[in-house]
């Protein structure tokens, strides 16, 4: 089956039209074109399909579900051009990642997908903007190694929201450096266990972003003293319901916005205790929220 190139920009997305049929992608919602050289598509990384997968050896009903995701990998290299190669039905979810990241991210998709990534593109673009600097709890010291790529993998996974430096930075309280006195390279060849030393240091009380109710979503929360945009990543392929979410930090006026249901309410918004607690209607692929500050307790 011929596929096509979708070239996901920061801001809007465009096409590269070689072997697919550029009518009815523009009748699928998708509306902006590009071209990439062979050349240019080789030279960009090459990215894992998002989503749920088995692991072999490791089959279980107990056993949380194994996560494939991409935002650790954008956060390492935000600079870095990406692309993807889905099957059909992984389109809409590889574009949102993309966008909530805002990776420059190239993506072979099946022709049988382009309705639901049309109707992807067309909802993002519809979004408020919303550039915004990523908030993080921690930092991890970057050496260019496997096993603290790893360790970055699992941080994301349990929404433990890092930022990648050079050097021990006097900003965070915790400084991840594997290899160091304190985070032996020993403990990190169980990332794991090694995340769970992490968050206990940390504290859930601390953390800028919980998510209760499901293991399969992830967020990148933005925002500076006035408000947060918060993305939220279903990488489950069944729709949640009764999403509940904690922000540190009192905000009110919040708003989502949900992939396939528009401009939603949130429901049951608490503020207390210094933070902010909701629930989404749903959730199927993808959700925005908005939130303005009552009083900023952002880093």
């Known amino acids: 089956m011929t596929s096509l190139i979708l070239l996901l920009l920061a801001a809007l997305p465009c096409i590269w039209t070689q072997g697919a049929n550029r009518a009815a992608l523009e009748a699928a919602g998708i509306k902006r074109f590009c071209a990439l050289t062979e050349a240019e598509l080789a030279a960009r990384e090459a990215l894992p399909t998002p989503g749920v997968t088995a692991r072999a050896g490791l089959a279980s009903p107990t056993r949380s579900p194994w996560i494939v995701a991409n935002g650790w990998r954008f956060t390492r290299h935000p600079a870095m051009k990406y692309v993807y190669d889905v099957p059909a039905g992984k389109a809409a979810l590889a574009a949102a ?8 991210a190239a993506m072979k998709i099946d022709p049988a997908d382009a309705p639901n990534l049309g109707a992807m593109l067309t909802f993002l673009e519809g979004l408020p903007a919303a550039d915004l600097p990523p908030i993080a709890d921690l930092a991890v010291v970057d050496d260019g190694s496997p096993v603290t790529g790893e360790v970055m993998n699992l941080l994301a996974r349990r929404n433990l929201l890092f930022q990648v430096v050079q050097a021990p930075s006097a900003r965070f309280r915790l400084n991840i450096a594997v ?19 992490i968050r206990r240091q940390l504290t859930d009380e601390e953390r800028s972003l919980r998510v209760y109710g499901s293991e399969v979503v992830i967020g990148r929360l933005t925002g500076d003293t006035q ?8 990488y489950g392929g069944r729709e949640i319901e009764g999403l509940r979410i904690r922000l540190r930090g009192a905000y009110r006026n919040g708003e989502a916005y949900i992939a ?10 608490v503020v207390a205790e210094g933070a902010t607690e909701f629930s989404l209607p749903r959730i199927a692929t993808y959700a925005a929220i908005d939130l303005r500050a009552e009083r900023s307790a952002l880093r």
């Open 227 to 234: 408000r947060v945009r918060l993305h939220l990543i279903n």
């Open 97 to 104: 990642e993309a966008f909530a990241y805002g990776a420059d």
């Open 260 to 269: 396939g249901s528009g401009r939603v309410a949130l429901d049951d918004q």
């Open 179 to 197: 290899g160091s006195a304190a985070y032996p390279r020993a403990e990190a060849s169980d990332p794991s266990a090694f995340a769970l030393k």
